[in-house]
């Protein structure tokens, strides 16, 4: 499949560190991911089943763990939203073995709708464009309206409209 990737590049985006008061005045830190699979597991198996989309995130401990190997290796780029000391939000870049990455994201179900998921995926674009990565897609259930709206405010344009699913992409670095 060919993936269409719009011209223009999209932002600013900063390289996290980053810190802001959410909507509620939450103080929120977005952070690269610098280890403690175990805290991050913990925000998974608080995560709620309704919150899961597309079967992600896993459900039982061991998948979550599993899951988790896989995500948090060197090749993938991951952001971490603290609020105070408990991770509320992870989104990553992982590569899809063509030269651009595939963007996911997830914010605990009682922190969404306080602009964390803006700010997450800003960071992470940040520290995916400080990475290097010229290119990024997700896809997004066409029914999900606050998230197809949220990724076109940080820079996402629809790029497929064939299947159960929209593909978004966008562009982090000017062509060489």
Not at 8 to 16: K, M, S
């Amino acid at each position: 499949m060919t993936r269409e990737y719009p011209d223009d590049v999209a932002g600013p985006y900063d390289d996290p560190p980053r810190s802001f008061e959410d909507r509620t005045g939450r103080h929120i830190e977005v952070r690269r991911y610098d280890g403690g699979v175990d805290t991050l597991l913990e925000m998974y198996r608080r995560f709620d089943p309704e919150d899961r989309a597309q079967g992600i995130p896993p459900t039982s401990e061991s998948q979550i763990r599993s899951w988790l190997d896989k995500l948090l290796v060197d090749d993938c780029i991951n952001v971490v939203g603290w609020h105070e000391e408990l991770p509320i939000g992870h989104a990553l870049l992982v590569p899809d073995g063509q030269g651009a990455f595939e963007l996911a994201i997830f914010v605990l179900g009682e922190y969404q709708n306080a602009g964390i998921g803006t700010e997450l995926i800003q960071g992470l674009l940040g520290a995916g464009r400080a990475d290097g990565v010229e290119y990024v897609w997700l896809t997004v259930e066409r029914w999900n309206k606050p998230a197809i709206a949220l990724y076109r405010k940080v820079g996402f344009v629809p790029t497929d409209d064939g299947s159960f699913e929209l593909e978004m992409a966008t562009k982090l670095l000017e062509d060489d």
